[in-house]
């Protein structure tokens, strides 16, 4: 079965930093998604990504977030400065088009992130 | 904005039935999903409904009422495996959604 893939699993970085973190989505998907989810705490939007381009973003991407498809495989989260309420576990997921409604997102396993 | 509420625990024996209710509050709606998740990992897909009705899958089973703003997710003969979150999700007129703070059930032998 097709998965998307995240990459790191697990990454530690000091408050002010930046960090990157990498999806590769399902291939034949075109809809592209970030979420986060706080320690106990509900799964969260950030943004969406279609055509190249941001769809949608929650009031939580602000500035100091970006996103990127630099290739036709890879997707991108960005962090410029990172903060101690940053630290979370950041899914990346993807629908196919046309079914996505129905099949529903295909998430990724995630990326714990902690900030220190 | 959306309000989606659920309850926070619930408790079931192996081998029984338990039913997880979703009432949501949304400004738009375009489909209501559950999905399950194990501590530390991924939500998992479960079921789709976006007309009034009940959707059967297996052992899961998904129910709307889109006048009334209520779901509930089934789980039949209960599996000690099924001890998890379940995440109710509501897809607004764009394509995200918006997830409820989960219920988290604990099935005992």
């Known amino acids: 079965e097709p998965e998307v893939t995240q990459t790191p699993s697990h990454q530690v970085t000091q408050m002010g930093q930046e960090v990157i973190l990498r999806c590769v989505p399902i291939s034949n998907h075109l809809y592209f998604y970030w979420y986060r989810q706080i320690l106990g705490q509900k799964v969260e939007f950030l943004v969406s990504f279609y055509n190249n381009e941001i769809s949608e973003k929650s009031e939580i991407f602000d500035d100091q977030f970006s996103v990127e498809r630099p290739d036709g495989s890879n997707f991108t989260l960005k962090i410029r400065s990172t903060k101690l309420e940053d630290s979370a576990m950041y899914f990346c997921?993807?629908?196919?088009?046309?079914?996505?409604?129905?099949?529903?997102?295909?998430f990724g396993s995630g990326t714990r992130l902690t900030v220190v | 904005g959306q309000n989606i509420d659920q309850p926070t625990e619930m408790t079931a024996t192996e081998g029984a039935i338990v039913q997880i209710n979703c009432t949501y509050q949304?400004?738009?709606?375009?489909?209501l999903f559950w999905y399950q998740q194990h501590a530390g990992e991924a939500p998992t897909f479960l079921s789709y409904?976006?007309?009034?009705g009940l959707e059967e899958k297996g052992r899961f089973s998904s129910f709307l009422s889109r006048s009334k703003g209520y779901s509930y997710l089934l789980l039949k003969e209960l599996q000690m495996k099924d001890s998890a979150s379940y995440l109710c999700?509501?897809?607004?007129?764009?394509?995200?959604?918006?997830f409820g703070d989960g219920t988290t059930l604990t099935v005992k032998p």
């Open positions: 999700a509501v897809r607004d007129s764009g394509s995200k959604s918006t």
């Open positions: 997921a993807s629908i196919q088009p046309g079914t996505g409604a129905v099949l529903g997102y295909t």
């Open positions: 949304t400004s738009g709606f375009n489909g």
């Open positions: 409904n976006v007309l009034d």
